[in-house]
């Protein structure tokens, strides 16, 4: 069934996003703002577009609450120009500032609107209502007042806005156009970390996330399709540069939507999943033939993909070896597994209540199995009769279990194991090697061995090789289809998806990475000044042709400003760090586990009115999370992606490798490696984040997040160092998470990882400064190297040690690293906390003890630069 584009336009539009300024007369404000967008005669069905979508959102969304009476007398207004709101996750209060409801703020609202759709054809709603999700809030905050952003749906439980409320509300209206009910679509697509982890480069580390993040945009397709993009759930998709891309270049809004500049652009910033509210239809139809067109657009976007980098190579390899590529369909075919759920939300709300419950644990009481939800139910049920709404307001807990839910059963259909399709094997049929990258397919190219090393020897020649604007074979190297696609994908077939140039998509390798710091201080700039084919081990040469069978000589002019640089600030270091980071419990976030109490996000007045009915149990219950909160949630993670993540590590000198929202990996230099971190974590962790005069939601003070931080050689196997990080975080989350595990992969061979809690990070950048400074490590080593007997030793005795090995120290150490601040520092160390306090990161003294020294010499090694 199509659309009903008109109706779903006008429930988008169905409240003002000047509601909450004045709820007298909103009504007849969204009708002038309706008339904008479809005209006079459709704006007279707005309220009729959204008579069924509204309540349905409104319910899932919000607490039990008494009516606002006929005036909206018991509504909340704003207050000498300022309005209450609370962060949805922290419970953070805020007072927006705000300005007065009159006509010349409704004009300029409506100058916005009518500047959006005035250059679109006046029956075309979708792409009416494309243009306006997508313009009207920024334009709003951005021209009209910034408070926009974030003015809230509801000012009693002002805890999300009015847009999430509106993109609720349209994803129900096209939900229910087809008849049926709602339901909700669960997809994934893998593997992920296997997948990006198989890197030998920068290059494809990059890639590896890229393709990962297009492929599920083309899975999402189907749905922005037929529904819009406001059935999306999770992720947020407003402003993201696929989604931005997808509206200039299929939907005819390259007028409306600007371009995304290149470094967002060239950001991957979607995750491999996503969840959306999609029609069920009649026994399921609607939603499993959806689910079924969302994995038919992932397969479709591999093939093309693989199609791309094929045509590329085919004249190339077929002039090194006829039939190279027999393995080729097989592979490409095998490797990606899409997986979706649905789930049905429709039905009474006592079999669905009672389904919940046995599902997801066992009893059929939904009283006995939420409890929490319960007690908000009861809110309703004390609401005096004459208060009462018109409508059931006994929804507390349902959408939370049901997203719950639907998650399980994904997850359930992902543990069914994929098995490839193999072709048949004939007698006496030889096969290549495997893959250097993967490890799982075979290369490419001849059976035979000898013959299969000629061709990939010829393939990666220096002079003659295989070279694809830039992107070439090392030497040593024999690819699968999927690892060849990896490497090619970027010219072959991203720059064009991506609208890039191919200077867009030169890549630092990890000796530039590692010297990013020290090139920025000689004045070096490798992607502006240097546009040739650029080689980072030129900085470490001793001549510039030191190794002219695997490298271009470096030019004549860039070595002579290399080797003044060498002069004036010494070597470049030769090593770098590897940063992951990942939100911590965002599963406990969506279920509502961790969500504030009800009376911590509901107005102050409201609260004494339930006080005033004895209903504390409900005020003291967690907030439910509905589809508006689901939304926040995805917005916080999507700014942090898209607005902190690009623009801090670009400071700190760093390469993003990708920016899904919760989950983030990077290069850095080691010199800016802790900073960089630290401002990440604090900034994911802040309720609100001021950018270029506006306000961003990001995940709050009670969000945490957990990172592995790994300083690894320029010369080491990237795929090891990457697995490295990925541990660092997984040791990070075991040791109570909010913490930095931080991982050194010395040349030497000595491995070594200490926890970091993010609090005592400015800590170790203190001693890293000091040891810059001047300050002596002798006494580091001598601690360390006694760790084991130190660990056994009372606390005091431990300090005394420390003051001691400091004191002998010469007058700088002493001056840049007091001996009582160091053991200050221990004792800081050693006390702190998780869980908000409710119990000591280290069980054991000597447990703390071995973490703070290694901490110290990791501090050593980063001032050294990673000199042994």
């Not at 000597?846 to 000199?867: D, N, P, Q, V, Y």
């Amino acid at each position: 069934m199509a659309a009903n584009w008109e109706k779903i336009l006008l429930t988008y539009l169905h409240d003002p996003p000047d509601k909450a300024l004045s709820i007298p007369g909103h009504v007849d404000r969204a009708r002038r703002y309706a008339v904008i967008a479809v005209g006079e005669e459709g704006s007279r069905s707005l309220k009729e577009a959204a008579a069924t979508a509204d309540p349905l959102a409104s319910a899932v969304e919000r607490f039990p609450m008494p009516t606002a009476r006929r005036d909206g007398e018991r509504a909340v207004a704003p207050k000498n120009g300022q309005l209450r709101i609370f962060h949805p996750l922290s419970a953070a209060p805020k007072d927006l500032n705000v300005p007065p409801l009159d006509d010349a703020l409704t004009q300029a609202e409506q100058q916005q609107l009518a500047a959006i759709v005035g250059g679109l054809p006046a029956n075309e709603h979708l792409m009416r209502l494309l243009a306006i999700w997508r313009l009207w809030p920024d334009a709003l905050a951005t021209n009209v007042h910034p408070c926009f952003a974030l003015l809230p749906a509801d000012t009693r439980t002002p805890d999300h806005t009015i847009w999430h409320h509106a993109d609720t509300a349209a994803a129900f209206r096209a939900a229910l156009d087809a008849g049926g009910g709602e339901a909700l679509l669960a997809f994934a697509l893998g593997p992920v970390q296997r997948f990006i982890e198989a890197a030998r480069t920068v290059r494809d580390l990059w890639s590896g996330s890229m393709i990962l993040s297009w492929l599920a945009f083309q899975a999402m397709k189907p749905i922005l399709e037929d529904l819009g993009p406001t059935a999306l759930i999770y992720p947020s998709l407003r402003g993201v540069p696929l989604v931005d891309l997808w509206l200039r270049n299929a939907q005819g809004l390259q007028e409306q939507v600007p371009l995304p500049p290149t470094e967002l652009r060239m950001t991957p910033s979607l995750p491999h999943r996503f969840l959306a509210l999609v029609p069920w239809g009649k026994d399921g139809t609607a939603a499993q033939k959806l689910a079924e067109s969302c994995r038919q657009a992932a397969n479709k976007a591999v093939k093309a993909l693989a199609g791309a980098v094929r045509a590329k190579l085919q004249q190339p390899l077929d002039n090194a070896c006829q039939g190279w590529d027999k393995r080729w369909d097989a592979q490409i075919e095998n490797y990606f597994n899409v997986a979706t759920a649905v789930l049905p939300l429709g039905g009474s709300a006592q079999d669905i209540d009672q389904t919940l419950a046995r599902l997801l644990t066992g009893t059929d009481s939904f009283e006995e199995a939420f409890p929490n939800a319960a007690a908000v139910r009861q809110l309703a049920r004390a609401i005096p009769k004459g208060d009462q709404p018109g409508y059931d307001q006994e929804h507390a807990g349902r959408w939370q279990h049901q997203v719950e839910l639907a998650q399980r059963s994904l997850a359930a259909h992902r543990t069914i194991r994929h098995v490839p399709s193999n072709p048949p094997v004939q007698n006496g049929e030889r096969f290549p090697q495997k893959c250097t990258l993967l490890g799982t397919f075979e290369q490419m190219g001849p059976d035979e061995l000898g013959a299969s090393r000629q061709f990939w020897n010829t393939l990666s020649a220096s002079e003659q090789g295989l070279s694809i604007e830039g992107v070439r074979l090392r030497p040593g190297e024999g690819l699968c289809a999927i690892g060849l696609v990896k490497r090619f994908a970027a010219p072959a077939f991203l720059k064009k998806e991506l609208a890039l140039e191919t200077d867009d998509m030169r890549f630092p390798d990890t000796w530039t990475v590692a010297a990013a710091d020290w090139l920025r201080q000689a004045g070096i700039d490798w992607r502006r000044d240097w546009r040739k084919p650029w080689n980072g081990n030129w900085l470490y040469w001793s001549r510039p042709d030191e190794n002219p069978e695997d490298a271009d000589s470096c030019p004549a002019e860039l070595w002579k400003i290399i080797a003044s640089a060498k002069e004036k600030q010494g070597n470049p270091p030769v090593y770098y760090a590897i940063l992951k980071l990942d939100g911590d419990e965002l599963g406990g976030w969506l279920r509502g586990e961790k969500s504030p109490q009800v009376r911590e996000v509901m107005h102050p007045d409201l609260v004494a009115y339930y006080e005033n009915l004895h209903q504390s149990a409900g005020l003291d219950a967690k907030r439910p999370v509905g589809p508006a909160l689901h939304a926040a949630i995805s917005t916080a993670l999507a700014n942090f992606a898209l607005h902190v993540v690009p623009h801090v590590v670009a400071k700190h000198g760093g390469t993003v490798i990708y920016s899904g929202g919760d989950d983030t990996l990077v290069l850095l230099p080691i010199s800016t490696a802790l900073d960089c971190a630290r401002e990440l974590q604090a900034a994911y962790t802040t309720d609100w984040y001021e950018k270029d005069g506006r306000t961003y939601l990001l995940m709050g003070s009670r969000a945490t997040l957990s990172g592995g931080l790994v300083l690894v050689h320029a010369k080491d196997d990237l795929r090891l160092a990457l697995q490295d990080a990925r541990r660092a975080e997984e040791q990070a989350k075991d040791a109570g998470r909010d913490a930095l595990a931080i991982t050194v992969r010395r040349r030497s061979g000595e491995h070594t990882t200490a926890i970091c809690p993010w609090g005592f990070v400015p800590a170790v950048t203190k001693w890293k400064q000091a040891f810059l400074a001047g300050a002596s490590d002798r006494w580091a080593y001598h601690l360390y190297a006694g760790r084991h007997t130190l660990a056994a030793l009372p606390k005091e005795a431990i300090q005394a040690e420390i003051r001691r090995q400091l004191g002998r120290a010469e007058k700088p150490t002493l001056q840049l690293l007091p001996p009582d601040t160091l053991v200050a520092d221990f004792e800081a160390f050693q006390s702190s906390t998780v869980a908000a306090g409710s119990y000591q990161r280290f069980a054991l003294v000597g447990e703390a003890l071995r973490h703070f020294l290694t901490l110290c010499h990791t501090a050593s090694f980063m001032a050294r630069g990673g000199k042994e």
